[in-house]
């Protein structure tokens, strides 16, 4: 497919409670053209501080609950060429976005961001937490046929128009009250990275350096998230072998040396 050197850019934020972050991260963003925030119903003001501090952004209420829903709604509001995922929280670096997008300017389909480069680094990684991703990147690698270095980081970006091929759930879609569909929750970030190797899209990792959260606690849980992750990456190759597609060892195309 015919894609542009100079791609529009859309950047999607998911947000819950995270206004105090916002008012240092969304100064920093570069001039891109169009920012989405996707609010999971915060009740610390998020929306408000958003449009004070950026009134250019544009705003919206996730349908459903979970990351997931938060993204997909996103996804489906982008306008821009290519799609950046970047979090509220600060950890993500703004100044690291031009060089997702030149990885998928050069080619890549998806640029998928690491910590585990050479370049890249993190301020709150712990010990045990890397040594559960370098499992987890291993029996991924081994049943997808990739080459990921950093299973367990959500800073991404792609095409706009691999959209369709990550068979997300409808965002427009109703569940009962208080229940969420798969792919709507935290499993999400690896549920994307799955499924663009599903699909024989062609990868590039971009060094990325991950800072610590400004204000607030992290959600994170060692053991809880690790075990999320492990049932997601089995779910979604079982998910693969029934869609009867060939093994996407075969098929996945890892871009030739990651980007530098």
């Not at 009740?43 to 938060?70: H, Y």
């Not at 971009?206 to 994170?220: A, C, H, K, M």
């Not at 079982?238 to 871009?255: D, E, I, N, Q």
């Amino acid at each position: 497919m015919t894609r542009c050197t100079d791609p529009k850019i859309s950047i999607v934020i998911p947000a819950r409670n995270e206004a105090r972050n916002l008012e240092v991260v969304l100064p920093e963003l570069p001039a891109v053209n169009q920012i989405v925030l996707v609010d999971g119903q915060s009740v610390d003001g998020t929306v408000r501080v958003a449009r004070e501090v950026l009134p250019s952004i544009e705003t919206m209420t996730q349908t459903r609950l979970g990351k997931g829903n938060a993204l997909a709604c996103g996804f489906a509001a982008a306008r821009g060429d290519v799609v950046v995922m970047f979090d509220a929280d600060g950890s993500a670096d703004p100044a690291e976005i031009p060089e997702f997008v030149r990885a998928l300017v050069r080619g890549a389909d998806f640029a998928k961001g690491t910590r585990f480069h050479p370049d890249g680094g993190s301020a709150d990684i712990t010990a045990l937490r890397r040594a559960g991703n370098a499992a987890l990147n291993g029996l991924t690698n081994l049943l997808f046929g990739t080459e990921f270095s950093d299973l367990c980081y959500g800073y991404n970006a792609f095409w706009r128009d691999i959209v369709p091929l990550l068979e997300l759930p409808d965002p427009r879609k109703a569940v009962p009250s208080g229940t969420t569909l798969w792919g709507d929750g935290f499993e999400i970030e690896t549920v994307l990275n799955c499924r663009v190797a599903a699909a024989g899209l062609k990868i590039a990792e971009v060094p990325s350096v991950e800072r610590r959260r400004i204000f607030g606690e992290t959600n994170l849980r060692t053991f809880a998230d690790g075990a999320r992750v492990l049932r997601t990456i089995l779910t979604e190759h079982a998910r693969c072998l029934a869609a009867r597609r060939p093994h996407p060892g075969l098929t996945a195309r890892f871009a030739a040396g990651r980007a530098a």
